[in-house]
């Protein structure tokens, strides 16, 4: 079965600090992906995703991830925090090659920017 | 193109109703997922559906229903409702060949 680990269900950085959100992964064949967004009472908004075309992964709003097989990791970083950034942030995985798009979350981790 | 839309954006209903949830997907996105989304589980898939076909379901009992139209347009159904099925509900429609689905703005479902 596959599942979405993410640590830290509250993570709280500086304007103008790096931004890393941590995600391990389990799935017992080649997943895909996935990092959403999600800003206050919106749906989810697909920030980046790994299909198996370039272990690191460059997104929206210049977020960037890397797929470690070797860790079981797909990270999420940003150089540089901004206020807007304040949101909560969801990493998914899905079967590649499945027949359904079946999505497992993580349990999310809200981000706070202090000024 | 339009994005996902979801109707209506917010309901309130009581305990023992039910409730109708509709959901139109990106034009020429074939497959709809549903989600719940509350504070205490996160996020939960409901089903899928492509072509008209339920193709997959989570781990919700029977009283969580859905169907698609051949115009793609998905409605899923909650009857009986309970305190619980108060959440975020959130439809994400997908026509590519990688699983990325585009989510809808949900709709807040809340149960009295």
């Known amino acids: 079965a596959q599942s979405v680990t993410q640590l830290g269900s509250h993570v709280s950085v500086s304007e103008g600090a ?15 992906l996935f990092w959403y967004v999600q800003y206050p009472n919106q749906g989810l908004q697909l920030l980046l995703k790994y299909t198996s075309a370039a272990t690191l992964v460059k997104g929206i709003n210049g977020f960037e991830a890397e797929f470690k097989k070797s860790e ?4 999420l970083t940003k150089p540089s925090a901004h206020m807007s950034d304040a949101a909560e942030y969801f990493c ?5 090659g499945g027949a359904t798009n079946k999505l497992i979350f993580g349990t999310g981790t809200l981000l706070a920017v202090q000024p | 193109k339009a994005g996902v839309t979801q109707t209506p954006r917010y309901l309130i209903k009581t305990r023992g109703q039910q409730v109708t949830l509709s959901c139109s997907p990106i034009s020429g996105h ?15 898939f409901l089903f899928e559906y492509f072509s008209e076909t339920q193709r997959n379901k989570g781990n919700f009992p029977g009283r969580f229903s859905g169907r698609q139209f051949s115009n793609s347009r998905s409605e899923m159904n909650v009857s009986t409702l309970e305190l619980g099925d108060s959440a975020l509900y959130l439809c994400a429609s997908s026509g590519g060949t990688v699983n990325e689905q585009f989510f809808g703005p949900g709709t807040r479902l809340t149960v009295l």
């Open chain 1, 18 to 32: 790096l931004v890393l959100l941590r995600c391990n992964y389990s799935s017992s064949v080649p997943p895909y």
């Open chain 2, 30 to 44: 074939r497959s709809v997922s549903w989600y719940q989304q509350t504070p205490g589980q996160g996020l939960q």
């Open chain 1, 92 to 96: 998914a995985v899905s079967d590649k």
């Open chain 1, 72 to 75: 079981t990791s797909f990270h």
